[in-house]
């Protein structure tokens, strides 16, 4: 069963500092996607990340995947407070499904 | 742009009643799913339907159950509503398999 692992599930940062956020899977999978929750509010999507090496950048947030590790990492560059929410991973399961991670909250503080 | 939509953002509900909960989307997606969550444990998806009238069990379809007579709308039933069923639950769609989904604004269901 796939199981997937974000770390870490809370965090408070600085405005203008960098930060990564981590998601690791337990199995084989090519597919992940990002998505963003305010507080309230329902899950937007980030980015879809459909191959080994594959790396998407908005403003401020970079995403990468590394299928061998089943690693994918949510760059944050120069925290600013629009940035706080929080922020899920999820990955396909080959299997018309996807299993989502706990989520990170982060919060950014000025 | 896509929109998915839940009949109603907050229920409160008895321990016992039959609670349904509607979503309806309007960008003619084959699959549509339904989650709860609850914090700390992010998503965990009850159930999955890939067809009108087709439909998969998720991780936690125990105390629940679906319809789908119609493309745009996925229905989820709580036969008979429990404490443990208070949760927020999120519908969403997806215009095929392996594809991002689009989800709906959430219902936080209460029962009390």
């Known amino acids: 069963e796939l199981k997937v692992e974000q770390n870490p599930l809370f965090l408070s940062m600085q405005e203008g500092k960098n930060y990564t956020i981590y998601c690791n899977y337990s199995?084989?999978?090519?597919?992940l996607y990002w998505y963003r929750q305010d507080p309230g509010k329902s899950l937007e999507s980030l980015f879809v990340?459909?191959?080994?090496?594959a790396v998407k950048q908005e403003g401020r947030l970079m995403a990468s995947l590394d299928t061998k590790a089943r690693l994918s990492t949510l760059h944050i560059t120069a925290a600013v407070h629009d940035l706080s929410a929080t922020y899920f991973c999820?990955?396909?399961?080959?299997?018309?499904?996807?299993?989502f991670g706990a989520g990170t909250r982060l919060t950014v503080k000025p | 742009d896509v929109k998915v939509t839940q009949s109603s953002r907050y229920l409160v509900k008895r321990t016992g009643e039959k609670v349904f909960l509607e979503c309806v989307q309007d960008?003619?997606?084959?699959?549509m799913f339904w989650y709860r969550q609850d914090p700390g444990l992010g998503l965990r998806l009850i159930y999955f339907?890939?067809?009108?009238?087709?439909?998969e069990k998720g991780d936690i379809p125990e105390g629940y159950s679906v319809s789908r007579e119609k493309k745009e709308r996925f229905s989820l039933i709580l036969e008979s509503a429990s404490t443990n069923q208070t949760s927020m639950y999120l519908c969403?769609?997806?215009?095929?398999?392996?594809?991002?989904?689009?989800f709906g604004q959430g219902t936080r269901l209460t029962v009390v």
């Open positions: 969403a769609s997806s215009p095929s398999v392996r594809t991002e989904a689009f």
């Open positions: 199995t084989t999978s090519d597919r």
């Open positions: 990340l459909l191959s080994n090496g």
């Open positions: 999820a990955v396909d399961d080959n299997n018309n499904d996807m299993r």
């Open positions: 960008m003619d997606h084959e699959n």
């Open positions: 339907s890939y067809d009108v009238k087709m439909k």
